[in-house]
């Protein structure tokens, strides 16, 4: 039989991610996380960002925070909160029966984007510099225009991080942000 444990193939950690909406799979939180416990894994909850328009949902409708996540997975595990970070937005708590850790990804209601440093790359080689605001610079043109030379992009990637923005104007009321789809963006 394959193996499919972490441990077996040579990952040291593996972290799943689920965005949670309301009335459509908050009733498996406590699955997720009975199945992360069982197979070793660390799992993030993440309140879901208004990215792409949507027509089949209002996202106010949908929004399910990261405390209502907690409070549902407090009624069968105690989550104690911990100071390891994976080097990104996740805020993690443990459990004192089990190795996994648990995640919360809270821009709505616990926003991070002071100490974000997350800068994304296209696959048409657009450096976008936040999720929630169109700001990018276009790396493929420079690529193209000096090939094989490193100098020139590392120069246009670190001017670049100038034109991070401070944060995102996100609200959970549905308003569309950002017309780019994840999909589009890459994770
Ligand atoms: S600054 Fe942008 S990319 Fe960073 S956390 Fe905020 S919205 Fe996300």
Do not use: W
Request: aromatic content about 6%; proline content about 4%; some cysteine.
């Amino acid at each position: 039989m394959v193996s499919t444990r972490r441990q077996d193939a040579g990952f040291e950690r593996i972290k799943l991610n689920a965005v949670i909406l309301k009335g459509r799979n908050d009733d498996e939180i406590l699955d997720l996380v009975d199945f992360a416990r069982a197979e070793g894994l660390d799992i993030s909850f993440i309140e879901e960002m208004p990215l792409g328009d949507v027509s089949d949902h209002s996202r106010g409708e949908t929004f399910y925070s990261s405390d209502a996540v907690q409070a549902r997975i407090e009624t069968r595990h105690a989550l104690l909160p911990s100071a390891e970070s994976s080097l990104g937005p996740s805020r993690y708590f443990r459990m004192h029966d089990s190795d996994s850790r648990i995640g919360f990804i809270s821009p709505h209601s616990h926003n991070f984007c002071s100490t974000c440093n997350r800068v994304r790359v296209t696959v048409e080689g657009r450096l976008l510099l936040c999720l929630g605001n169109e700001h990018s610079v276009d790396l493929r043109h420079t690529l193209r225009r000096y090939p094989g030379e490193l100098e020139p992009l590392k120069q246009q990637i670190v001017a670049a991080m100038a034109l991070k923005p401070e944060r995102h104007h996100f609200t959970t009321d549905g308003d569309v942000q950002v017309v780019r789809f994840m999909n589009m963006t890459g994770g």
